[in-house]
C-alpha cells in the first residue's frame, strides 16, 4: 500500500469509530495513530517529510473535532430526561440522610416562631427590598430625621416613582404597618393584633467576626385595648423563660426609637450562668437583648387604628445572637458561609 | 456624654446615692452607661506645695534646687530638719514664694495615667542633688499642652470651690479633680436635646433620684441685658427658615491667656481641652447647657459685620481644620462684610479664629434647623460637638439664658467691657406647647394607679408646669424641651420617672382562638424535613452578589437592581437568582475535603423587569439545590438531582412528569442550565414547578465545578400552590395477594421512557375495572453500546378486591402491553 492510502485508510477508520465513542477525546490515543508515527523510521527518508506531513494532518483534524466537541457550550449528547434513572444505569441513592442538616438559623426561627405560635401569635414573613415609606416614614422617622442615621441602610440605584432609592430593609419593624393592617380587622372582632416577623435584614456594615451586614430578626407587635407597658415586660419575660427552658430575671431601661414611645432596651439575667458571670455575658450577669416599647399612636395612625382606643407594643430581637450565645459561635461570618464544616454541626 | 459627678451635685438638692447605684438608676431610668472613670484617682498624689527657696542648681546652669513645703502630708519621703522637702526643678518661672503642683515619689504623672505604661516618679539625684519627684507642667497634669513652665497657682483667684489653695492641700480636691466621670451612651438622647449638657443631666438624674433640682439663677430668671457701646456691630440673619435664632454680642479689651485652673480643670473633666480663656468658656458653657456657643475676633470680621445666609452652589470654605469646603445652597454659613468666617453649626472658620492677640471680640448665640445641619454634617463628614448638639433640635428659647452666661462668663475671665447691645434676629418663636392628658389616661398606658399628686410631683420634679382646668391636666414642658408633644410623652415621662422595672408585669389575656399557622411556613418546613432526609444541607447565602457572578452565571446585571451605597463590591447587585451563590460555594467545600454533597437555600431573586402595580419589586422566592461530587458516576448526573426533587415532591405528595425542554429559554433563573440535559418538573395540572438539569459547560467552567455537578430551580410559589392542591391517594387494602411481572420491551433508542410507559398504563387500564388495582413501575432500561435499540423492562404488580389473581389473569394484560408497546412505538417484546 502506498503511504497516502496507509493514512487515508486509517483516518476512514478512525472517523468512523468516532461516531461511536462515548468519550471523544479517546479517539487521539488510538493505537493506530500511534502505529502511524511509530513507521516514520522505517521509511525511505525522502518519503518521511511528506508522510509526516500527512499523520499531522489527520491528528489536527481529530483535535480540531475534539476540540469543537467539547468547546464552549458543546452540544451535549441528549438524555430521555423522562426516564426515572439513565440507561444502562441503576436508579441513584439519596445521599445518607445523617449527612442533612437544617440551618441553625433556620432551627432557631423555627423554635422562636412555635413559642410564638403558642403564645397566640401569627407568623409573618418580611422583605429584601422595599420602599422607604415602610422602612420609615410609616415607623414615625420623618424625611431627613437623625435617627434613620442609626440605620446604615443599603440603598438601591433605581429611584422608586417618588425619586427615593428602594431599601434593604435594616430591621423586620419595615413589616410593621403592613402587619397591623392585615390584622386590623381582629380589633373590630374584639381580638388582638398578635404577630412575630422573623426574616432577614441588612445593615451596611463591615464584616468581622462580631459585624454581619445581614443577619435575622424577629420583630413582634401586640395591639388591643388596655396594653400597658407592665404587659410587654411579661410577656417578653415569659417568652424568654419559655425559650430558655427555666426562670428568669428581667429588666428594662429607658432607651429611644422613633417607633415606640416609650422605648427600653431588655435585659434578662444570663441564662448560661445564674447571674454567676460567664463569658457569654462578659461576666455581666445580665444580657442586653433586645430594644422593644409600647407602639407610637403616629404608627398606629399610619395603619389606621385609633391610638385612643388601642395600644400595643413592639420588640425586635437579632436571632444570630441567640444562635452564637447558645452554641458558643466564635465568628458571625460562619453563618452565611455555607462551610459544611459548620453546617454538619447542628 | 461625659457627666462630672461634682458638676451635677451642684444642681442638687441633697445627697446622692453611691456611684455604683447612682449608675444602676441611671442605667434603669436615664440611658445606658458606658464607663466610670474615677477621675480622682488620676490626681489623688498631686499636691499643692509652697516653694520656699529656689537656689541656681551648682552643676547645671539650667536646674533650680528647691525646697517645698507640703505641711507635712506626704508620707515616706526625705526631709530636712526644717521638714521641708529638696526637689530639682527645671522650669524657667520656677521661683520662691510661688504656690506650685508636687508630684512626690511613687506618684504617676497624670498625663501617662491612660497608657500602656504609666510613668512613675521616684527620687533620684540630679547632678549630685537629690530631687524628690517633681513640681508639674500643665502638660504634665494633663491640663493642655503647655510645658514651658510649671503651673503656677493664683491662691486669690475666684474658683467655683471653696477649698483654700495653700501648701498640703490636695490638687483634686481643691479643684474638683476627684470626680467620676459618667459616659452615657449618646443614642439615648436622640430625642433630648437637653441631655447633652451638664445641666440637663443633672436635672434627670434628680428626677430619678427624687431630689430636688435646683436650677442656677442664670438659668432660671430672664436675663435682662445691659446697653452697649464701643464697637459698631451689624447682625444680620438672611436664613430665618433653617436660623431660627441669631443672638450676638460684641465685648472690647479682653485679655487672651490661660483659662484660670478650676476652668481648666472642669473642661478636661468634661473630655474638653483648655485652649485660652475665650474659647474655653464657649466649650464649658456648652459642655453645662448644651448650647453650642462660639467667639469672633471682632478686627477680624471684615465691615464689623456677622450673619447667617445659605451658602451659594460653590462657594469655598476654610474651616478651623485647615481644610478647604465646596459648599451647596443648602449650607447654612457665617458671613461677614466679605465672606464667609464659618459653617453655621458645624464649625468656625479659620479666618475669624481668636487668637492670643486678640482685643475685641464678637460672641454668638444661635440657633440652627437639626435637619439642615445633619445634612451639612453629612455631606462633608464633619462631626463635631456642636453638630452633635444641633441635629438633636436644641430648643431657641434658651439662646438668652445661655448667651447672658456666657457674656458674664466671659467679663469675669477675660475682663473687658460689654461693647454693643446683645442682638437677637429672629422670627416668631412658638412658645412650649402644653398637652392635656389625665391621669387614668397615664396608669391605663404604665399599668400603674398613681394618684394626681404623685404625678405632678414626678413631673416638676423635673420643671414640668401643671394647670389643673375644669378637672383636665395641662402639662407644660419646661422651655429647654423639644420632645413633649403628646399624652404619650408624658405617659414615658411619668414611666421613666417612677421606675419602668417597678410596673407591674402581667400577660395579656386573650380568647382561646387558635392561632392560625401559615401554610407557606408550613410547606418551607416541610421543604427543610425533607432535603435534610435526603442527606441536603440548607446554606444562607447574602442576597447581593458581584457583578462577577452574574456573569459566570451567564445572567445579564442589567436586569439586577444595583446597590448605591455597599461597602464592598461583593455586594454590587440584588441576585437574580440563588444558584450562582450556591455554586459559587461549591469549590471551598471540596478543596476542603468534602467529596459529596448537596447545597440548597430557600430564598429570594429579584428583577427589575418584574415590579407590582405599585411599582414595588416583586420578590421571587425560589428553592435552589446543587448537587457536587468529586467522583464520575453511574449514569447521567441529571438523574442525581432528579432523585431529590422525586423524593421532595413524593414528601409532600405532589405529583410530577419531567418533561424536555424544547424552547430556549432566558429568563435568570434558567441561565446555567444545559437545555438539552435538564426537564421541566411539572404537576399533573401541568404547572412548572422549576427546572432539574445539568449545567453548561461555561458555567461550570466559571465557578471551577468538576463535571459532576448538576442542579435544580424550583419556584418556592408553584411549589406551595400544588401543595395546597394535594388530594387524598389512599387506595384501600385488598384481603387477596398481589402478583406481579415483568416485561422487556425492545423500543428504538430516542423513544422516550414516558411514551412506552404512558401507552403501558393506558393498555392495563383500559378497562376502567375498579376491582383492580394495577401499579407499574420501571425495573431497567438497557442499550448495548452503539445498539440503535433499548430495553425498558417493566413490572406490572395487580391485585385485585374480589379474587385471588393467577398467572394467567396476569398474562392477559402483560399482552395487552406487548400490543400496544407494538402498535404505538413498534416495540418488539422479550
Known sequence: ?346 | MRVSLNEIKQYIDGELPPVDELVKRINEQLGGVEDVIDFGDIYKDAVIVRVVSCEKHPNADKLHVCLIDDNGVVKDVERGNDGLVKVVCGAPNVHAGMLAIWLPPRAVVPSTYHDDEPFVLGARELRGEMSNGMLASPKELGLGDSHEGILELDANEWKPISVEIKAGTSFATAYGLDDQIIDIENKMFTHRPDLFGQLGVAREVAGITGKTFVSPNWYKDFPKFNKGSGLDLTISNDAQDVVPRFMAVAIKDVKVKPSPTWLQAELVRLGGKPINNIVDVTNYVMLLTAQPTHAYDYDKLRGHKLGARLARNGEKAELLNGKTYELTESDIVIVDGEGIVGLGGVMGGGNSEVSNDTKNIVLEVANFDMYAIRKSSMRHGLFTDAVTRFNKGQSPLQNPYVLNLLLKSVLDVAGGVQASEVEDKHDELNDVQSVKTTPEFINSRLGLSLDAKEIETLLSNVEFAVDTNDGERWFKAPFWRTDIELPEDIVEEVGRLYGFDKLPRELPQRSIEPATLDSRLQAKRLIRRSLKQSGANEVLTYSFVHRKLLEKANQDDSEAFGLSNALSPDLQYYRLSLLPSLLDKVRPNIKNGFDEFVLYELGKGHNKRNVDEQGLPNETELLELVYASKQSHDGALFYKVRRIIDQLCKDAAIEVTYQPITESLDYPGASVFEQSRSAFVMTKNGQTLGIVGELKQSVRQGFKLPDTVAAASLSFASFHEALEAVSNTYLPLSRFPAISQDISLVVAKNVSYADVYASAQEAVKQDNDESLQLTLSPISIYRADGSDTKTITLRLRAVSYEKTLTDDDVKVLIERISEAAKRTHKAETI
Open chain 1, 1 to 346: 500500500m502506498k503511504n497516502d492510502d496507509i493514512v487515508a485508510s486509517v483516518r476512514t477508520e478512525l472517523l468512523e469509530r468516532y461516531k461511536k465513542l462515548e468519550q471523544k477525546s479517546d479517539i487521539l490515543k488510538a493505537p493506530e495513530l500511534k502505529d502511524l508515527f511509530a513507521r516514520i523510521p522505517t521509511l525511505e527518508p525522502r518519503e518521511r517529510a511528506a508522510f509526516g506531513q500527512a499523520i499531522n494532518a489527520l491528528s489536527m483534524e481529530l483535535k480540531a473535532m475534539v476540540a469543537a466537541e467539547s468547546g464552549d457550550e458543546k452540544e451535549l449528547e441528549p438524555i430521555d430526561v423522562t426516564a426515572p434513572f439513565d440507561t444502562n444505569a441503576t436508579r441513584p441513592e439519596l445521599l445518607p440522610s445523617d449527612h442533612g442538616t437544617i440551618h441553625p438559623l433556620s432551627q432557631e426561627i423555627a423554635k422562636l416562631s412555635d413559642i410564638f405560635n403558642r403564645m397566640g401569635f401569627t407568623i409573618e414573613e418580611s422583605r429584601e427590598i422595599d420602599d422607604q415609606y415602610h422602612m420609615f416614614e410609616t415607623l414615625n422617622f420623618p424625611a431627613g430625621h437623625p435617627a434613620r442615621d442609626d440605620y446604615d441602610t443599603f440603598m438601591t440605584v433605581e429611584k422608586d416613582a417618588d425619586g427615593h432609592p428602594w431599601i434593604a430593609p435594616a430591621h423586620t419593624s419595615t413589616m410593621q404597618n403592613r402587619v397591623l393592617k392585615k390584622y386590623r380587622q381582629n380589633l373590630e372582632n374584639g381580638e388582638a393584633i398578635a404577630a412575630v416577623v422573623p426574616d432577614r435584614v441588612f445593615r451596611n456594615e463591615d464584616l468581622d467576626a462580631r459585624h454581619e451586614h445581614t443577619f435575622y430578626q424577629l420583630e413582634g407587635v401586640y395591639v388591643s385595648k388596655d396594653v400597658h407597658a407592665g404587659m410587654l415586660v411579661a410577656t417578653l419575660q415569659k417568652f424568654l423563660e419559655e425559650y430558655y427552658g427555666r426562670k428568669l430575671e428581667v429588666r428594662v431601661n429607658p432607651y429611644y426609637f422613633p417607633f415606640t414611645e416609650p422605648s427600653f432596651e431588655f435585659s434578662l439575667s444570663c441564662p448560661f450562668c445564674n447571674r454567676e458571670g460567664c463569658k457569654v455575658c462578659s461576666h455581666e450577669g445580665w444580657i442586653e437583648l433586645l430594644g422593644c416599647g409600647m407602639i407610637h399612636p403616629n404608627v398606629l395612625k399610619a395603619a389606621d387604628i385609633d391610638p385612643t382606643v388601642y395600644t400595643g407594643f413592639a420588640w425586635g430581637v437579632g436571632v444570630d445572637r441567640l444562635v452564637m450565645m447558645k452554641n458558643g459561635i466564635e465568628d458571625v461570618r460562619h453563618f452565611h458561609s455555607a462551610k459544611l464544616d459548620f453546617l454538619r454541626q447542628f
